[in-house]
T-cell receptor, first 113, second 115 residues
Framework: NAGVTQTPKFQVLKTGQSMTLQCAQDMNHEYMSWYRQDPGMGLRLIHYSVGAGITDQGEVPNGYNVSRSTTEDFPLRLLSAAPSQTSVYFC????????????FGSGTRLTVV | AQSVAQPEDQVNVAEGNPLTVKCTYSVSGNPYLFWYVQYPNRGLQFLLKYITGDNLVKGSYGFEAEFNKSQTSFHLKKPSALVSDSALYFCAVRDSKAGGFKTIFGAGTRLFVKA
């Protein structure tokens, strides 16, 4: 049982490039989220999804797009990378809307130069 | 809007002593509260949660947390700290009134346990 799998683990982008961070879970979890982690700021919610075809914005959605075509996959797209998007990105999923904790992926460290 | 505050950037404690990591929250409905731990260069791991019922909840690795509704707090505790407890700890909240899924995290508290 792999849990939540994120790819790639590391990525360097040039300003203005686009890319997709992949997230897949094999636990049949309905609820998935993307967070970014920055020093001193904790984890900030970018986008989340309550099921296939349903997504919503979190605290810091600008510059990012998401889609949820299947229960398993929840990719995060950076449209035009900026140095301010240098961060560690975590994908997380949970079975229950309110009462279960998250299972987190191992993260993607992104550097934008 | 929901929010979480962890007032201490860092907590230092000697091995064998009790530890407390503080968390306060703000939600409009009933809170669902969580603690997570992050070891160096690792993802986050779920420690424990409060949903309803007994105000003292127990979790993984000997940790427990006390929910205090009047003080809107959910402090993480352990009776006897280990060096291996040194890590970054995050408190998180979901607002049951707002649909119960959008989860907001605090800024984190770094715990150092000295041998």
């Amino acid at each position: 049982n792999a849990g939540v799998t994120q790819t790639p683990k590391f990525q360097v982008l040039k300003t203005g490039q686009s890319m997709t961070l992949q997230c897949a879970q094999d636990m049949n979890h309905e609820y998935m989220s993307w967070y970014r982690q920055d020093p001193g700021m904790g984890l900030r919610l970018i986008h989340y999804s309550v099921g296939a075809g349903i997504t919503d914005q979190g605290e810091v959605p600008n510059g990012y797009n998401v889609s949820r075509s299947t229960t398993e996959d929840f990719p995060l797209r950076l449209l035009s990378a900026a140095p301010s998007q240098t961060s560690v990105y975590f994908c997380a999923s949970t079975r229950d809307r309110g009462q279960d904790g998250y299972t987190f992926g191992s993260g993607t460290r992104l550097t934008v130069v | 809007a929901q929010s979480v505050a962890q007032p201490e950037d860092q907590v230092n404690v000697a091995e064998g002593n009790p530890l407390t990591v503080k968390c306060t929250y703000s939600v409009s409905g009933n809170p669902y509260l969580f603690w997570y731990v992050q070891y160096p260069n690792r993802g986050l791991q779920f420690l424990l949660k409060y949903i309803t019922g007994d105000n003292l909840v127990k979790g993984s690795y000997g940790f427990e947390a006390e929910f205090n509704k009047s003080q809107t707090s959910f402090h993480l505790k352990k009776p006897s700290a280990l060096v291996s407890d040194s890590a970054l700890y995050f408190c998180a909240v979901r607002d049951s009134k707002a649909g119960g899924f959008k989860t907001i995290f605090g800024a984190g508290t770094r715990l150092f346990v000295k041998a």
